[in-house]
């Protein structure tokens, strides 16, 4: 079946250092792919998303590029904050699975100064 | 972005007792709302399928008789969870999607209920 794999935490990095968070799927068919963000104690907000090959989905400095070929969409920011730190989330949207939202297993990121 | 709004944000209840937890989307229309659950630094586990107007579709290994879901307006769903008891805490998210939108586009998630069972 369709799956997630994200690159496992936590991630420590400091002020102002490039991120890069690894996501692979899994999928027959073609998905759409996201990046979720969840700060503490809250539910997730959609920070950024990309709908078919090579489409680039960007917002607030993150980005991240559909890779058919590689089956990836990793996430990247230049340049991190400390209000960045976070768990995110890779998931996948599959026509095949009526709709619902496969999530990888989440990714902590610790922002120090 | 769409607004889904959860409530309570937390709750403590005695084991043996219900709770009732409440996802609205506040500026769209759902036909499927769709329920999570989160233990501490774990992914959502997909509990089930909201679905407008008839019963709700489970995953494997959740209790329907527990949870109980009904999803009785184009804007609300609700979660009972049944004689709660403390392995029953945990974070409940809920998550809808616009009526119009494909079925592989993005959801929004409400802000999640805390739940405590003492």
């Known amino acids: 079946g369709d799956s997630v794999t994200q690159m496992e935490g936590p991630v420590t990095l400091s002020e102002e250092a490039f991120l890069t968070i690894n996501c692979t799927y899994t999928?027959?068919?073609?998905?759409?792919l996201f990046w979720y963000v969840q700060y503490p104690g809250e539910g997730l907000q959609l920070l950024l998303k990309?709908?078919?090959?090579?489409d680039k989905g960007s917002n607030k400095g993150f980005e991240a590029t559909y890779r058919k070929e590689t089956t990836s969409f990793h996430l990247e920011k230049g340049s991190v904050q400390v209000s960045d730190s976070a768990v995110y989330f890779c998931?996948?949207?599959?026509?095949?699975?009526?709709?619902?939202?496969?999530f990888g297993q989440g990714t902590e990121l610790s922002v120090k100064p | 972005g769409a607004v889904v709004s959860q409530h309570p944000s937390w709750v403590i209840c005695k084991s043996g007792t219900s709770v009732k937890i409440e996802c609205r989307s506040l500026?769209?229309?759902?036909?499927?709302m769709f329920w999570y659950r989160q233990f501490p630094k774990q992914s959502l586990m997909l509990m089930a399928t909201?679905?407008?107007?008839?019963?709700?579709?489970?995953e494997q290994g959740v209790e329907k008789d527990k949870f109980l879901i009904n999803h009785a307006s184009l804007t609300l769903s609700t979660l009972t969870v049944t004689s709660a008891h403390p392995e029953d805490s945990s974070f409940y998210i809920c998550?809808?999607?616009?009526?119009?939108?494909?079925?592989?586009?993005?959801?929004?998630f409400g802000q999640g209920t805390r739940l405590t069972v003492v």
């Open positions: 998550s809808a999607r616009d009526i119009g939108a494909p079925l592989n586009t993005e959801a929004f």
């Open positions: 999928a027959t068919g073609y998905p759409s």
């Open positions: 990309a709908t078919k090959a090579d």
């Open positions: 998931a996948l949207s599959s026509l095949d699975w009526g709709g619902k939202l496969i």
């Open positions: 500026d769209f229309q759902a036909t499927t």
């Open positions: 909201s679905n407008e107007g008839s019963k709700a579709t489970y």
